[in-house]
């Protein structure tokens, strides 16, 4: 089976080794180190750029261990193999009124990818990233054998795994606080605003009342309309009603030869889709499922941007530079035409993660999808990265495949203590593309 990114790009197709137990792991990794010299763990493949690809073309795919070892309905601490997905913990954890304290925008991820990408979600203000939950985890690297990690057992470690791009061992198993809910519904609210200023009023009143927050941005809009949004706001409801049904899930069913998303489509989506949100605060309860995880309910959409696939640019702009930072960037994006549908707008808290290289910082995110065409790198992603270099911003290695080494390096300037800590036998893409 060969594997890729989400984004499809870099086309740099993997050799999964398959893992089933945990007692096998050491074995494995030994033997596909010492064949192709380093290796690297795949989760569900989430990652959007190259950070989930072994620099040798050689993945050990997690996806087997995905075993809960143990848990504590009293308390919500939750015990399992790296490689269940959130879609897993949830269906067995929300009956029981708990729920992944942090979750990005789909649930099919592991626990090992959770961590390492220290993933963070629509709860960053008040919750922090996933690092923040996690109460220990176990490690083994090929050159210490097995360890067991938290903020008091192998400190240096524990940190430089959070968010450390599966670097510095495999997880095999992770502990994890949950959070205490009330129900499967998300009391929430919307409200469109007709630029960016009035994306930043909204964000500092409602972001101090709401659990969850984000906004969907009109990337296509010029003018007076740039910067035009939806947001949407929202808490687990308190009532204890049922449980809401599963969804009802499709698949995108083939690969059309080029993107389906381009500027046209773009243009007549986005502005049908702002004039349909209330101008008006207006309340819109929801299940968790539509809430959380919009895009989970067409399964493989990452076909609609063609065989060429796709690149996802997601940046986060200090506090202070964010205005007139995600400004230039609309403009900039607007003008080139490109952009996806979804085009997330989203303020970072204050709460650090212990993660070494996390990316979240207290700022604004703007995350957007673009077909791969050369002109993204040639001409687009130099404008944004100029941009978000001047603001003193970061891109998120998670999502990226392009990022130059000195922009890296500068954005994440402690990158040298997980190079320090590496294991020898694990090496992505993406670490080889920007630190050597
Ligand atoms: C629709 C969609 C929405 C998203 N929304 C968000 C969001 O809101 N916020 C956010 O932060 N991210 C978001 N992401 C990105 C995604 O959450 C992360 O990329 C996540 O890390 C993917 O997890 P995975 O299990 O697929 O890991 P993979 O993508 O397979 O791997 C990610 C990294 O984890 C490492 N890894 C995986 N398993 C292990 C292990 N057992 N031991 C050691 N290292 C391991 C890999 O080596 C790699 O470096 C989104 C992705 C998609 C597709």
Redo the contacts with the bound molecule.
């Keep these: 089976m060969k594997l890729l990114?989400?984004g499809r790009y870099p086309p740099l197709p993997q050799a999964a080794h398959a893992v089933a137990w945990r007692a096998e792991l050491p074995a494995l990794l030994a033997n596909v180190a010492q064949t192709c010299g380093t290796t690297?763990?795949?989760?569900?493949?989430?990652?959007?750029g190259d950070?989930?690809l072994?620099e040798s073309g050689q993945?050990?795919s997690?996806r087997g261990?995905d075993r809960f070892l143990a848990a504590d309905w009293s308390s919500g601490i939750l015990r399992a193999e790296?490689?269940i997905?959130l879609e897993a913990i949830i269906a067995v954890s929300l009956p029981r009124g708990w729920f992944p304290a942090v979750?990005?925008?789909?649930k099919?991820?592991?626990?090992?990818?959770?961590?390492?990408?220290?993933?963070?979600?629509?709860n960053h203000h008040r919750q922090g990233?996933?690092g923040c939950h996690v109460r220990r985890f176990g490690?083994l690297r090929s050159d210490r054998g097995r360890l067991e990690c938290a903020p008091d057992l192998e400190p240096e470690l524990f940190a430089a795994?959070i968010g450390?791009?599966?670097?510095?061992?495999?997880?095999?198993w992770v502990e994890i606080q949950l959070m205490p809910v009330a129900s499967g519904w998300i009391d929430g609210l919307v409200q469109r605003f007709d630029d960016l200023d009035g994306f930043f009023a909204l964000s500092a009143e409602l972001d101090a009342r709401h659990e969850f927050c984000v906004s969907w941005v009109d990337c296509a809009a010029r003018g007076k309309k740039a910067g035009r949004g939806i947001y949407m706001a929202g808490d687990f409801a308190a009532e204890n009603w049922p449980l809401p049904a599963p969804r009802r899930k499709w698949r995108f069913p083939f690969m059309p030869p080029v993107s389906l998303v381009n500027t046209w489509s773009l243009r007549a989506f986005n502005a049908i889709y702002w004039r349909k949100a209330p101008p008006k605060s207006r309340r819109a309860p929801a299940a968790y499922d539509a809430f959380f995880?919009p895009?989970?309910s067409l399964l493989d959409?990452?076909r609609l941007y063609g065989s060429k696939g796709f690149q996802?640019y997601?940046a986060l702009i200090p506090e202070r530079e964010a205005g007139d930072g995600i400004r230039a960037m609309l403009t900039a994006i607007s003008g080139s035409g490109q952009g996806s549908f979804l085009a997330?707008l989203?303020r970072c808290g204050g709460a650090l993660s212990p993660g070494v290289l996390s990316?979240?910082r207290p700022g604004v995110t703007l995350?957007l999808d673009f077909p791969q065409t050369p002109y993204l790198e040639e001409q687009l992603f130099p404008r944004l990265d100029a941009i978000v270099r001047e603001a003193g911003g970061r891109l998120?290695p998670?999502?990226d495949a392009h990022m130059r080494g000195d922009d890296f390096r500068r954005a994440y300037p402690d990158w040298e203590k997980i190079e320090a800590l590496r294991d020898p036998s694990?090496l992505?893409c993406?670490w080889r593309r920007v630190t050597q």
């Design positions: 990114s989400w690297l763990a795949y989760g569900e493949g989430r990652s959007y950070s989930c072994a993945v050990l997690f261990l790296a490689g997905t979750t990005p925008g789909t099919y991820i592991t626990l090992g990818g959770a961590i390492a990408n220290d993933v963070h979600g629509k990233a996933f490690l795994t450390g791009l599966g670097l510095t061992g495999l997880i095999e995880y895009l989970d959409w990452n996802q997601q997330v989203k990316f979240p995350a998120y998670a999502k694990l992505s993406f």
